[in-house]
Nanobody
Framework: QVHVVESGGGLVQPGGSLRLSCAAS????????MGWYRQAPGKQREFVAV???????EYSDSVKGRFAVSRDNAKNTVYLQMNSLKPEDTAVYYC????????????????WGQGTQVTVSS
């Protein structure tokens, strides 16, 4: 089984910072990338950031310059440093990992965590 677990969410004031963590474990291997998405109330899930095993990063325009994604490949862990948080950043943040599993055949798959709540409010 593949396990993807996010942590680090919570309540923060506008302008504050949080660091989210996500660890992929279990039968997953050869992870090509790990990424972050978020879903605000009443809205569709949207892309936030991604990092490949080679260190390439990409961000949505709404978080560029405020968020930074990093990765510890040896631990299959990705981080999302969130600075200058705004109320519109309030959402459930989901992590995923794109990799292979010994439990499945064929190509790689995207495995999702259960999400962690981030609330930005004064």
């Amino acid at each position: 089984q593949v396990h993807v677990v996010e942590s680090g969410g919570g309540l923060v004031q506008p302008g504050g910072s949080l660091r989210l963590s996500c660890a992929a474990s279990g039968s997953i291997f050869s992870i090509a990338s790990m990424g972050w998405y978020r879903q605000a109330p009443g809205k569709q899930r949207e892309f936030v950031a991604v990092i490949t095993s080679g260190g390439y990063t990409e961000y949505s325009d709404s978080v560029k310059g405020r968020f930074a994604v990093s990765r510890d490949n040896a631990k299959n862990t990705v981080y999302l440093q969130m600075n200058s948080l705004k109320p519109e950043d309030t959402a459930v943040y989901y992590c995923n990992a794109d990799g292979f599993s010994t439990d499945s055949s064929g190509g790689s798959r995207v495995y999702w965590g259960q999400g962690t709540q981030v609330t930005v409010s004064s």
